[in-house]
């Protein structure tokens, strides 16, 4: 897989520059994009996978897989500038052992747009940058390990312990790149590069013990959607100015975007969900309390929705309610962006996923909670629940006086905050895999964080009696006392 991506790349490299000159459109359009990526590394892994198996551990296998993100921008015909980062993965873990192999990296990105036309570019150029390679060991202690004859496991890890060795590297990566455009406002890029580490040291508390080679250099493979546009040429803007010239009034206002705003309610059997599924917009619920002593057989949702697209598409975007096995739920369909204020009520079980906005739920009460959203931020405040999942692709978490017995929250991209009170009872995981963990003395608390590049907080709030795990792949979490 390695020679062929590798072959590939130079080939395509070949092929770009040599022909830059017919593919390059002779209309300058400017364009930019940016976005999140997957991304996965092809280095040499026959050291480290060999050092895996002396430790009795199974192999690594032969790539790392993560994620990053990117955006630059430039002309069609000229130089492009921008910025690159990433952050990838390999584990690899037995009865006793655990191993983590994270790579990650960023930094300048140039190069040049030498083909595009309004609906694609192609661009050849080169990342140069720095990063680290870090593998990770944790194990039992040889005590508790002890084989039938007495004989202990004389891996590289003796005792209960965590332990880093930690490659820090400067690279180059060229790349190739086609980036094409799908909507108005979003696109996909495919990214196939080399990375050429140029200049690094040892660090961590390995080093001195034999250890395989972290100077890791292979080719790359990324494909994401990338937000963002080419822009048309002056030529074409011209045009577009005299055709709407030329238009009448009627076929000119069809064109224009228009907010319409429309409400409602349903009601919601008790022991049964509420979903709300919409593509773009922010949305916002709250709770009200109710009455049950009266034997309620319905409990009501009131909505309101505002509803933004162009004015000869307004009547196809539509909230509509219907049920489903589980429940009862309000989507959207159409074409737009539609924005939600829901008043729902308190132990009604709530399910919610969101495409592109903010989401912000206040005072919910419940069994159950499922939260998702793509692209935004999440503002969860006074919910309480027995289970609570909170997962969001790239934008912030920030929870307030929030409690579940078990509270989950993962994050692709930015920062996780949540503030606990004092006197919180739980066991504590948050992990940032490429970021920082910041983490409050909480009183008797024990455990704390470790890590160097990733970061893992690892600690017992109180007597432990519930869960909480917090995840961000690239980005920070803060877990934090009430300010006074």
């Given amino acids: 897989m390695k020679r062929v991506l590798s072959f590939l790349l130079v080939l395509i490299l070949s092929v770009a520059w040599g022909s830059g000159l017919v593919l390059a459109e002779p209309a300058a359009r400017g364009f930019g994009f940016g976005g999140a990526m997957g991304m996965a590394f092809f280095p040499d892994m026959t050291g480290i996978n060999t050092f895996m198996a002396e430790n009795g551990l199974p192999s690594m296998g032969s790539f790392l897989v993560g994620a990053g993100g990117n955006g630059r921008g430039g002309v069609i015909g000229d130089l492009v500038f921008g910025g690159v980062g990433w952050g990838l993965m390999a584990f690899s873990e037995s009865d006793t052992i655990q191993a983590d192999l994270v790579s990650a990296g960023g930094g300048f990105d140039i190069g040049a747009a030498i083909g595009g036309d309004k609906g694609s570019v192609l661009t050849v150029g ?75 040291m040892d660090v961590g508390d390995l080093v001195g013990i034999p250890a395989p080679s972290l100077e890791l250099s292979g080719p790359t493979v990324s494909f994401g959607f990338a937000f963002g546009g080419i822009g048309s040429s002056q030529a074409e803007r011209a045009a577009m100015r005299e055709q709407a010239d030329a238009l009448p009034i009627e076929q000119a206002s069809s064109r224009q975007m228009v907010t319409v705003t429309s409400e409602g309610s349903f009601a919601v059997v008790p022991g049964t969900e509420l979903i709300i599924e919409n593509g773009a917009g922010n949305i916002v619920i709250s709770s009200y309390d109710v009455d049950m002593t009266g034997g309620v057989t319905d ?186």
């Fill in 299 to 484: 409990l009501i949702v009131e909505w309101q929705a505002a509803r933004t697209a162009k004015e000869k598409h307004i009547d196809e975007l539509q909230a509509v309610v219907d049920v489903t096995d589980t429940g009862t739920r309000l989507s959207t369909t159409g074409s737009g962006e539609v924005s939600y204020v829901l008043r729902i009520p308190s132990g009604i079980d709530l399910r919610v996923k969101n495409g592109v906005g903010n989401l912000t739920v206040v005072g919910h009460e419940a069994q159950t909670m499922i939260l998702e959203n793509g692209v935004g931020d999440m503002d969860l405040q006074s919910l309480t629940a027995t289970a609570l999942i909170a997962a969001e692709g790239i934008g912030n978490i920030r929870m307030t006086q929030t409690s579940a017995m078990s509270l989950i929250a993962e994050l692709g991209l930015g920062e996780i905050a949540i503030e606990l009170p004092a006197d919180t009872s739980a066991r504590l995981i948050a992990k940032a895999k490429i970021g920082d963990v910041s983490l409050d003395r909480f009183p008797g608390m024990t455990g704390g964080v470790r890590g160097f590049l990733g970061k893992t907080a690892n600690a017992t709030l109180g007597l432990g009696e519930k869960m909480i795990e917090l995840t961000v792949g690239l980005g920070e979490i803060g877990i934090s006392l009430p300010q006074p």
């Fill in 126 to 200: 080169i990342v140069l940058g720095a990063g680290a390679n870090i593998l990770s060991l944790s194990g039992m202690s040889a005590d508790e390990d002890d084989n039938d004859d007495g004989v202990t496991i004389c891996g590289i890890i003796p005792v209960s312990t965590d332990r880093e060795l930690v490659r820090v590297n400067g690279f180059v990566q060229p790349y190739v790149s086609m980036a094409a455009q799908l909507l108005p406002w979003m696109g996909f890029e495919f990214r196939l590069g080399y990375i050429f580490p140029v200049a690094g």
